[in-house]
């Protein structure tokens, strides 16, 4: 980030990863994580500054080299954001001259690399394929729900509803995803993703992501997307997510699920006194 320091206020900045885009607050120097009020008005692309999901980064307690805490633009909490995560891996493997560092979050510790050419790889982890990691309301085959149109659930961290059509385009989604988002067989509320299947190594894939809405792109999505293509015998283990946004590489490893692609630094900027006392 630019040096702000002599500013009032508190520094952030402004990163994207395809079009999925974030505020980043750095609190390793000190601060108190943001309250739900300050997330909603950070979030309004009107009034604040605007974004899909916030990131704060703290000095983590073990031996990760950073933790991070991400929040919806709703205000609630998420326990994963891949292209987040992406980005921060990104900025501090830029700042520290390292290739891999490790990151602390609600998903547990992730892994992170340079990829070469201005890409940035996460391990997101395993996914999570029973009933009750995901989470859903009570036991079923998490590979065929209960639901019309017969989606897959799976767990990234985050709950993910994904459905297979013939033409991800045709589908309306901004009633399709709320529509979803608050079935009951989803205590949680869930992730909703739309994938056309386009060859067994590509798949085209809309995103509705609860708490935030059309996202043009989302890491946990596209890693949800392409472990349920994979369990349907639909593709192979390692495919290309052609999102709203651009594209990302998904290899559902042995040990985790791999996301690479770009990231992008937008701009550093500083949350004004002003804004930050103005009444909720």
């Known amino acids: 980030m630019t040096d702000t320091r002599h500013t009032p ?5 402004k990163m994207h990863g ?31 500054v605007g974004f899909d999901q916030l990131a704060v980064i703290e000095t983590d307690a073990g031996d990760a080299d950073a933790r991070l805490t991400f929040y919806n633009a709703d205000g609630s909490l998420s326990a994963a954001c891949g292209n987040a995560t992406r980005c921060i891996a990104r900025r501090l493997l830029d700042e520290t001259g390292a290739t891999a560092l490790s990151l602390r979050t609600e998903r547990g510790l992730l892994t992170a690399r340079d990829a070469g050419g201005g890409l940035t790889s996460v ?11 995901v989470p859903l309301a009570r036991a079923m085959d998490t590979l065929h729900l209960p639901i019309a149109g017969d989606p897959v659930a799976t767990g990234m961290g985050n709950p993910h509803c994904t459905f297979f059509v013939a033409d991800a385009e045709a589908v309306d989604l901004p009633e399709f995803g709320p529509a979803h988002e608050h079935h009951p067989l989803y205590p949680e509320r869930t992730n909703v993703e739309v994938v056309q299947v386009l060859s067994d190594t590509e798949i085209r894939v809309r995103i509705w992501e609860r708490g935030t809405g059309i996202t043009l792109a989302s890491g946990s999505c596209s890693s949800a997307a392409a472990v349920a293509a994979a369990r349907r015998g639909l ?6 997510v052609r999102l709203d946004g651009g594209m990302l590489d998904i290899d559902w490893r ?6 690479t692609g770009p990231t992008a630094h937008v701009f550093d900027g500083v949350l004004t ?7 909720a």
């Open 235 to 240: 593709t192979g283990r390692r495919v290309t």
């Open 9 to 13: 206020g508190i520094p952030f900045a």
């Open 254 to 259: 042995d040990d985790g699920v791999w996301m």
């Open 123 to 133: 391990n997101m982890g395993p996914p999570l394929l029973d009933w009750d990691a």
């Open 273 to 279: 006194p002003e804004f930050l006392e103005a009444p």
């Open 18 to 48: 395809l079009g999925n885009d974030f505020v980043v607050l750095d609190l390793r120097a000190g601060g108190s994580p943001p309250q739900p009020r300050l997330v909603q008005a950070l979030g309004d692309r009107h009034r604040g």
